[in-house]
C-alpha cells in the first residue's frame, strides 16, 4: 500500500476514533439523555374549548392523539408541540376542530429531533356523534370510556388502538400501520392496511367487517358479525372464536389461514400456497381443491356450504360439537 494512502487512513481513522470521543463525552454530560441532541424547540401548551361541540375533527402531521375524560366538565386540549410547528383548536358549528399550524422555513426542515408531538384531548362527555382523525405518522389511542356514531380515521405509518365503540361504524385505513380493536361494538368494520398487523379481540359487529392488507397478519378472537371479509396477499389470518350469521370470504395468496373454534351459515376460503387448518362448530357441506397438498374434511352432508381451495397447501378441518 502506498505511502500516502496509509497516512489518509490513518487519519480517517484517529478522526472516527476522535468523533467517538466526542459524542460519548456530550452523551455523558447529557446523562445520555437524546432528546438534549436535538435542534428542535418544544413548548406545552393549553386550549379551552369555548363552546358546545358533537363531533370531533382533527388534521395533523406527525402528532400522537391521546384521548382522556374531562375532570371538571370542560373540554381542554394540552398540547406537547414544536415552537414552529403549533396547533390550533376552535368549536365550528357543533364541531371541535384541531388542525396542524405549519411556520417553518424551508431551511428548519432540516433539524433534529428526538422528540414526537403530542396531543392529550380531555372530553367532558362520553358519547359524541363523530369522530374524524387524518394524519400522518402520529398514533392514535381511543379508550373505552367514549363511543361515537361514526369512527373513521385516515393515516399513514400510525398505530390505531380503539377501544371506542360506534353505533354506525368504524372505518380505519392506514398505510403501514398496525390496527388494534379490542372490546367494542359497532354496525359494520372497515379496515385498511398495507404492511400493518390488524388485531380485532371482543367485538360484536351488527353487520359486516371488512378488511384488506397487503403483507400484514390479521387475527380476529371472540368476534361476532352477519358477514366477513379478509383480503391478505401474504399475511396469515387466524380467526379463533369467530362466529358469523351470514358468510365469511376469506382469500390470501400465500399466508397459511386457521379457524379456530369458528363458524358462518357459508364459509369460502382461497388460498395458493398457504394451508387451510382448523375447527368448526357445525356440519357442512364441503367442497374442497388442492394441487399438490393432502385433504382431510369430515364427510358430513348437511349443512351450509364450505369451499376451501388452495394450490400447494393442505387442507385439513374438523367439526366440534
Known sequence: MRRAVKIWLTVAAALVALGVILFVGAMIESGWDFNKLGTV??????????????????????????????????????????????????????????????????????????????????LPRSEYDSLFIKTDTGDIAIPKDFSFDTLKIDGDTSDVDCFASASHGI???????????????????????????????TADVGANIAIET?????????????????????????????????????????????LDHSDAAEISVKTDTGDVTGTLLSDKVFLTETSTGKISVPKTITGGKCELKTSTGDIKIEIIA
Not at 72 to 83: D, P, S, T
Not at 183 to 193: F, P, R
Open 171 to 201: 372505518e380505519i385505513q392506514l398505510s403501514t400501520g398496525d390496527i388494534r380493536l379490542e372490546e367494542i361494538a359497532a354496525e359494520q368494520l372497515k379496515l385498511t392496511t398495507d404492511t400493518g398487523r390488524i388485531r380485532i379481540n
Open 41 to 122: 424547540a418544544y413548548t406545552t401548551s393549553t386550549y379551552e374549548a369555548d363552546g358546545d361541540f358533537k363531533s370531533i375533527s382533527i388534521d395533523v402531521e406527525t402528532t400522537r392523539i391521546e384521548f382522556a375524560s374531562a375532570d371538571n366538565g370542560r373540554c381542554k386540549i394540552v398540547f406537547f408541540e414544536e415552537e414552529k410547528v403549533r396547533h390550533s383548536a376552535s368549536v365550528q358549528n357543533g364541531t371541535l376542530a384541531i388542525h396542524t399550524v405549519d411556520t417553518r422555513k424551508w431551511y428548519d426542515h432540516f433539524s433534529l429531533s428526538f422528540s414526537q408531538p403530542k396531543m392529550t384531548v380531555y
Open 214 to 258: 397487503d403483507t400484514g397478519k390479521v387475527e380476529l378472537t371472540d368476534t361476532s358479525c352477519d358477514g366477513l371479509y379478509v383480503e391478505s396477499d401474504t399475511g396469515p389470518i387466524t380467526l379463533k372464536n369467530v362466529i358469523g350469521a351470514g358468510r365469511f370470504t376469506i382469500e390470501s395468496d400465500t399466508g397459511d389461514i386457521t
